[in-house]
């Protein structure tokens, strides 16, 4: 399609959405990506580089020269445009940023550019409407219209006193219903939700979606305004996180996409697949340790991947859950109950697996006593597997410790090394050898 | 403090926002909970249910009158009223509908219930800002006015047809520089993205955070507007979707919570538990059917629980990637491509694990082929288990079944059982017994 008929393709690309259209660039290889880029106004192309998938548009943006970047920014929000210089190359950077000519959006960008990229003052736009709660409602509203001409959306108008601090919020009815006489002082709301500049961006995540918000300004340590953040930067703040937690849960670090490639993907990967490895040298050690009970009790050793796999499956489970609560801020009550309750919980769902293993095992093999000390060292090692994987994760939340890393493959090759032992240990009393 | 300082209370409760006092019930116990429910003015009060825990709540609920709950429903938007009365038993929902005095609130509240929970019918609100095209600017005018104050937050403002049929969208800035006869058909913008009713939930999340909407109108089958979905409610679908499927992979079904009831959480947790008990079984029977190799080689034996492990682990990575690929609408490309690639990566991760095995257990036991033939089967075992993993949710999905239940337990135990099949077999061969 993309042979030269730029008259047909402009109007074609006309009537889709921006969104879309980055889907499609998504999907061609980057000189046709860039070659598009080009031909369509700068208007549309920010918006489409802005939703672009971020290993094509770096490609793309190799392909432009700095002064059609700084062209791209300056019809972007700053927070849109700060994103993206971030992924620029150092040394072009600099470049970029002196290319813009409206030198206002170009100093919003660098102040934006001091701040993490995860905390609030990452995810803001200085792009905002605020007025003088000295003003009177006829100045506000003038000065307001000038203002929104570069904001996209309004969602609040925020009141600030002479030195720029945050004082409240002012109602679009209320404005207009009031003579336009009276001071912003008398008729603004001085209750107003605000996150400071270091805030994280989980933490502004849960006050939004806790208060039903859809933008929530941002102030510095005095309690200047000086940017806000809307909802839809959040959304993807909260789908991130989710992301993250899965992928730890899966034995996965690092945010890796199945499209990257296989060098970013092992080094993903193969650290927790060495500790997987260490665990299970760890178990053919203490397996090891037993070899004694081979010659008589060969059934014990048949049954140690259905132990492990036990161990593995309660820890991940009961981690997960506890993982899961301290997410969304729902965990109450002290960890020594949490710890009786996963207990009795362990306790319960061992005692009606062994049971079956029991009944499966001697129907089986006939041997009772070997059954039976099975199904007694599955209850056990159920047992610890769930309390150390409750107390794993709130132990690493209380040290400040992403409780997530907790949930994969940690747990599974702890729990594996420490059920087989007690597996093995319990066995051997029981069997009296 | 809840002993009958009403005054206070009450006074101290103005201070809060509801979803404070919101979390404050939800750690009294009901009788307290509903006392504070009772005690402050319901404009509040329902926005502080609609807030809380769905398990107290549903308590709180049960203390209250049908006559008392339809006054909170009353102050409620739709689709937080239709929320709630999904959890009131079902002989008290007829009661506490003839109780709304606001006959119009009732029949929508009707109209919402008809709606599974978890379409775009669930999840949208009656509340919302429609004009007829053939108005002009001025009736338009009046009419927003009347209907914006059952309109908690205006997002835009639907043109209709006198069928009632989506048409377009108005924009407030265009409303109100144009002169006041002007025909609302000559300045509506007749482009706007909607959804039917039947639409799921979470196509409905993907579409409104690709296109950054805060607002998404809905259409019944004939296209005629019925309500609208705000952002708010739809960071919840992700939130919740998010959720399930960690709790999917970390072999958890249902949506539970760390508070629920130990009866809850087994049920969630057993059947899993359970499909585990039967791979490890498999397992076992595996290894029996190679009894006659452990007087020779009782090593192969100590290194089962590390060929579970691994197999396992690869497993959980590679589908991991998939489902959250497949989730997030970016895998492109062919099923094939898929699992060369996956190869090629278990193949780089399998022989460097591989290597570092051979060599730890060479030099630990000595015997040069048993730990070749250890190591050659992990390769084997890694490989197999990174194509299981990738294709099973990839087949799942062309088959229309939730992928995330592939990533649990599943995979895990049936990667258990493959895994142990081929290491022995392996080792059978290369040691030639």
């Known amino acids: 399609i993309s042979e030269k008929r ?20 998504d999907e061609l290889d980057v000189d046709e990506a860039t070659y598009l880029i080009k031909l369509l106004e700068s208007e549309k192309t920010s918006d489409i580089l802005a939703e672009m998938h971020e290993d094509i548009r770096e490609a793309v943006l190799k392909n432009l020269t700095a002064k059609e970047i700084a062209g791209e920014l300056e019809e972007l929000d700053t927070d849109d445009a700060v994103d993206i210089i971030n992924e620029l190359p150092k040394e072009m950077v600099q470049e970029v940023i002196s290319e813009i000519e409206d030198r206002e959006h170009a100093k919003h960008i ?13 995810l803001m736009a200085k792009e905002l409407v605020k007025v003088n709660e000295n003003w009177n409602v006829l100045t506000c509203v003038k000065e307001m219209r000038a203002q929104a001409e570069n904001v996209t959306r309004v969602h609040s108008i925020y009141v600030v006193d002479d030195e720029g601090r945050l004082k ?44 039903d918000l859809e933008a929530i300004p941002v102030v510095d340590e005095v309690g200047r305004l000086v940017g806000r953040i809307t909802i839809d930067d959040i959304v993807d703040v909260i789908k991130e996180e989710a992301d993250k937690d899965y992928q730890m849960a899966a034995g996965i670090s690092q945010d890796v996409e199945a499209d990257d490639d296989i060098w970013v993907l092992t080094r993903a990967r193969l650290p927790w697949l060495i500790l997987g490895l260490l665990g299970g040298l760890g178990a053919a050690a203490i397996m090891g340790g037993f070899e004694e009970m081979i010659s008589k009790h060969a059934v014990l050793f048949f049954f140690t991947p259905l132990i492990a796999a036990m161990a ?56 009772f006593t070997t059954a039976l000390a099975i199904s007694l060292s599955l209850v056990v090692v159920i047992v610890v597997a ?30 594996d090394i ?6 093995f240990s319990i066995a051997k009393i029981i069997l009296g050898i």
Chains 1, 2 share one sequence.
């Open 6 to 25: 730029n008259a047909d393709l402009q109007s074609m690309m006309q009537e889709f959405h921006y969104a879309d259209i980055a889907e499609i660039a």
């Open 110 to 122: 660098v102040d934006l550019l001091r701040y993490d990229e995860d905390s609030a003052g990452g």
């Open 168 to 211: 409240g919020r002012l109602s679009l009815k209320d404005l207009l219903t009031t003579s336009t006489k009276t001071n912003i002082k008398d008729v603004y709301i001085p209750k107003v939700d605000s996150v400071t500049v270091n805030e994280k961006g989980e933490e502004v995540a849960k006050i939004m979606s806790k208060y």
């Open 312 to 367: 593995g499956n309660v820890g991940v489970q009961s981690s997960a859950i506890i993982v899961q609560g301290l997410a969304n801020d729902d965990l109450k009550g002290s960890i020594s109950n949490r710890l009786i309750k996963e207990m009795l919980l362990a306790l319960l769902n061992g005692l009606i697996l062994a049971t079956l293993l029991l009944i499966f095992t001697w129907v089986w093999k006939g041997a």
């Open 386 to 415: 769930g309390l150390i994987g409750t107390f794993i994760p709130l132990f690493l939340h209380k040290r400040n410790i992403d409780p997530a890393i907790a949930t994969g493959p940690f747990i599974t090759t702890s729990n």
């Open 418 to 423: 420490f059920g087989i032992l007690i597996y």
